[in-house]
């Protein structure tokens, strides 16, 4: 199902970009958030990509794999929002760190099937290198950005995570719309100038 290879690159450039510059936010995100949280959240999602691993065969075709792709970016869209709207509070914290735990149980399963659909090694490297380049300018982005809101006088910690935020927000309707682009058919079809693209990650 994914038909253009185009958009999907970008997605994951961006994908990659948003944890990026979202990587240092969460030690500020989670400070509310006691020891045993993490320990008990380590067993939640250690038993849930136990259950997910064990629904491989069934999971591994092109409907489950776009699903279960927009349902991970639409929590984090959702996580971000959810934050701008009701700031810093144990609740957010928590919500938050469920919110992280739960994307991550599919994180496995994302893996398996992207490289069972890119198939080719050429594609496969195409796309580690997409992912490194949008990590590592995500990270040098958020030291700047830190930095710049320094200089403007911005040095609360709390404050900075937070003007942050709407940037990441913005950031992930632009990887969902990337998604719907990169699954859909029809976008593929209005697309006669790249046919040669199409279907190149089709399974």
């Given amino acids: 199902m994914i038909s253009h290879l185009r958009p999907y690159l970008w997605f994951k450039l961006l994908n990659s970009l948003f944890f990026g510059l979202s990587t240092g936010s969460v030690f500020v995100l989670y400070a509310p ?117 320094e200089w403007q006088g911005i040095g609360d910690k709390q404050e900075q995570v937070y003007i942050l935020h709407f940037g990441l927000f913005a950031l992930q309707i632009i990887i969902i719309s990337l998604i719907l682009k990169a699954f859909s058919y029809k976008w593929s079809k209005n697309n006669n100038s790249n046919r040669g693209e199409r279907s190149t990650l089709c399974f």
């Fill in 33 to 149: 958030l006691k020891p045993s949280v993490y320990s008990l959240g380590g067993i939640v999602l250690a038993l849930g990509l136990l259950v997910v691993a064990k629904f491989y065969e069934r999971m591994m075709n092109r409907r489950v794999f776009f699903a279960i792709t927009l349902m991970v970016e639409s929590v984090t869209l959702v996580m971000v929002g959810y934050f701008l709207l009701f700031s810093y509070s144990h609740m957010t914290a928590l919500f938050i760190y469920v919110s992280y735990q739960f994307t991550f149980i599919f994180g496995g399963y994302l893996v398996r099937v992207e490289t069972v659909a890119l198939g080719r090694a050429k594609i496969m490297s195409f796309v580690d290198v997409a992912k490194q380049k949008g990590y590592l300018t995500g990270m040098v982005l958020a030291y700047g950005f830190y930095k710049f809101l």
